[in-house]
């Protein structure tokens, strides 16, 4: 069966550190993936999606980036985080067919940049 | 892709039926109706999709008018485990696959 780890479960970090948060998906091969935020008491935003080693695709500016290194690998970074950073982090996968599209999350990072 | 309008909160007691709506009046022929639900702090879970037939399973009921403008989620016998944020996305065929979430609908479940 198909699995979704993501880690860390929560993280503190200081204005202007860096992140890296990382989502890696077993059982499963050449996934769609995707990294949402959920703001507090907002629903969630789709901030990259990738369908492929490399394929990154970015929803909306900002001072994050993500990467694919591996075929079920896919890293959230930023070089300095903002305060307007903390949030829910949900990674997600779905199988390369459309449709239908059916996301599977894992259990999300919470980050709070102090 | 069409946009969804559902309510802010609903109340529901235990045992009963929850029935969550969902506008959709701009779908479009190739796009299904997905809902997914949040319970707090968790990651959305799928729940059930349709496209133009009421579908059914081991979680929930889906029924889409013949109009396909609305729809409604049936939670057949709500329980307090239930409570959650439920969401009605509407997507048709593309290249990314991507799902886009609103606010939704918080139900809360009571005794």
């Known amino acids: 069966s198909q699995t979704i780890h993501q880690w860390p479960a929560t993280l503190v970090q200081p204005v202007g550190s860096p992140l890296s948060l990382e989502c890696t998906v077993e059982?499963?091969?050449?996934?769609?993936l995707y990294w949402y935020r959920q703001a507090a008491g907002r629903g969630l935003q789709l901030l990259f999606y990738?369908?492929?080693?490399?394929?990154i695709s970015s929803e909306v500016p900002q001072n994050l980036s993500a990467s694919r290194p591996q075929d079920r690998q896919f890293i959230l970074s930023s070089k300095k985080l903002l305060l307007s950073d903390s949030g829910f982090y949900l990674c997600?996968?779905?199988?390369?067919?459309?449709?239908?599209?059916?996301?599977?999350f894992g259990n999300g990072t919470r980050l709070t940049v102090t | 892709d069409a946009k969804t309008t559902q309510p802010t909160s609903m109340d529901c007691a235990e045992g009963r039926a929850a029935n969550l709506p969902c506008n959709h009046s701009?779908?479009?022929?190739?796009?299904?109706v997905y809902w997914y639900r949040q319970i707090h702090s968790q990651g959305p879970q799928y729940i059930i999709h349709g496209l133009k037939n009421n579908e059914t399973n081991e979680m929930a009921s889906l029924i889409i008018t013949e109009d396909r403008k609305s729809s409604t989620l049936i939670l057949p016998h709500a329980t307090l485990r239930d409570t959650a944020v439920y969401y009605c996305?509407?997507?048709?065929?593309?290249?990314?696959?991507?799902?886009?979430f609103g606010t939704g609908t918080r139900l809360q479940v009571t005794l």
């Open positions: 990738s369908v492929g080693i490399g394929q």
């Open positions: 059982g499963t091969s050449n996934p769609n």
């Open positions: 701009t779908i479009s022929g190739n796009e299904y």
């Open positions: 997600a996968w779905s199988v390369q067919r459309d449709p239908p599209v059916l996301l599977h």
């Open positions: 996305i509407v997507r048709g065929t593309g290249t990314a696959s991507k799902l886009t």
